[in-house]
C-alpha cells in the first residue's frame, strides 16, 4: 500500500527553502575568512578587526537613529501645522531621511563577527549604494501600492482619523445598544458615566 505524496505548504517559495543552507554557507566562509586572516597576521590582529566593526556598527546605528528621530519629529511638527491651518496633512520625504533603514541595516552586519559582513556593510554605507537602494526600494513600493489599489492606503488613514469639526480629537467609547440578541449595558446602573459637554 502506497500512501500519496504530501503537497509542500502552498505559497512557500525556493528562496525560503534553499534559505537555511544560504545561512550555514555564510558561516563557514565567515570562519574560513578568519582563519586566513588570523594564519596571515594574527589572533589579536583579527580581534581588533571585529572589535573595530563593533564599535564603527554601533556608530552608524546611534547615527540613524538620531537622523530618523529628528526626521519624524520635523514630520510631526509639520503635520500639526498644516492640521492647525486646515490643509491637508502629507508625508514629506526629505533627502535626509532616505536610507535609514540600509544605513542601519549595514550597521548590524558591522556588528555581526565576521569579515565578508563587515565588507557588505561598508559598501552598503556608501552615498550611490544607498541612493540606488533607496530608489529601488521606492519604485517596489510604489508598484505594489498601486496593484493594492488607487486610494486604498489613503482612504483607511482618513477613516482612522475622527475629529470634531473644530480639529479636536474626541476621546471615548462607543457602547451599542442595537446589537440585536445582545443586551446592551443600561445607562442608569453601568460601570461607565454618562457623557456629559
Keep these: 500500500m502506497t500512501t500519496p505524496p504530501t503537497a509542500r505548504p502552498a505559497g512557500r517559495s525556493k528562496r525560503l527553502r534553499f534559505l537555511p543552507l544560504g545561512i550555514a554557507a555564510w558561516l563557514v566562509l565567515e570562519i574560513w575568512l578568519l582563519l586566513q586572516v588570523a594564519q596571515a597576521t594574527s589572533g589579536f590582529v583579527v580581534f581588533l578587526l571585529l572589535l573595530a566593526g ?18 519624524l519629529s520635523e514630520t510631526l511638527q509639520q503635520a500639526q501645522t498644516a492640521a492647525a491651518a486646515g490643509e491637508p ?3 514629506p520625504q526629505t ?4 536610507g535609514n ?7 548590524l552586519l558591522l ?12 559598501v552598503c554605507l556608501l552615498p ?3 541612493k540606488a537602494v533607496a530608489r529601488r526600494a521606492e519604485k517596489s513600493f510604489e508598484k505594489r501600492l498601486a496593484e493594492a489599489g488607487a486610494g486604498s492606503f489613503e482612504s483607511a488613514f482618513q477613516q482612522a482619523r475622527i475629529h470634531r469639526p473644530d480639529g479636536k480629537v474626541v476621546q ?8 440585536p440578541g445582545e443586551p446592551g449595558p ?9 457623557i456629559t459637554s
Design 54 to 71: 563593533v564599535v564603527l556598527g554601533a556608530y552608524v546605528i546611534k547615527r540613524a537613529g538620531r537622523r530618523a528621530f529628528r526626521s
Design 89 to 91: 496633512v502629507t508625508a
Design 95 to 98: 533627502q535626509q531621511s532616505r
Design 101 to 107: 533603514g540600509l544605513t542601519m541595516l549595514a550597521g
Design 111 to 122: 556588528i555581526m563577527p565576521g569579515l565578508l559582513s563587515d565588507a557588505i556593510g561598508l
Design 128 to 130: 550611490p549604494v544607498r
Design 172 to 179: 471615548g467609547e462607543v457602547i451599542r445598544d442595537d446589537v
Design 186 to 194: 443600561r445607562r442608569d446602573d453601568g460601570p461607565y458615566p454618562p
